[in-house]
């Protein structure tokens, strides 16, 4: 018995040490993620010439862009979908209006 308090003693030094790299560990990756944050919006402001409110206006706006499909994208959207209805892969397909 006096073996397994020995052990058991010596375990939870062990647990002890780990806790406390593993908290050691989670500082720095927390520095080192702080510090690629901060690098990030650097660059962002270099690329852009702005910064701050500014920047993220504009970011904003290209975001705003990108999801807002134009009206001649849409009306090339629906033509494409017509011709893949008559692609070789529909060509099994019954159709009712031929």
Known sequence: MALNL????ENEAKIAKLDK???????KKKK???ENAR???TSLCEQY??????????????QEDK???????AVVGSADK???ADSEANK???????
């Open 21 to 27: 790299s593993i908290q050691r560990s989670m500082a």
């Open 82 to 84: 017509s011709e893949d």
């Open 32 to 34: 080192l993620m702080e």
């Open 49 to 62: 010439n702005s910064s701050g409110l500014e920047l993220l206006e504009i970011l904003k706006r290209e």
């Open 6 to 9: 020995d052990r058991i003693a």
């Open 39 to 41: 690098l990030t919006y």
């Open 92 to 98: 099994d397909q019954f159709s009712f209006y031929n």
């Open 67 to 73: 999801i807002v499909p134009k009206k001649s994208d």
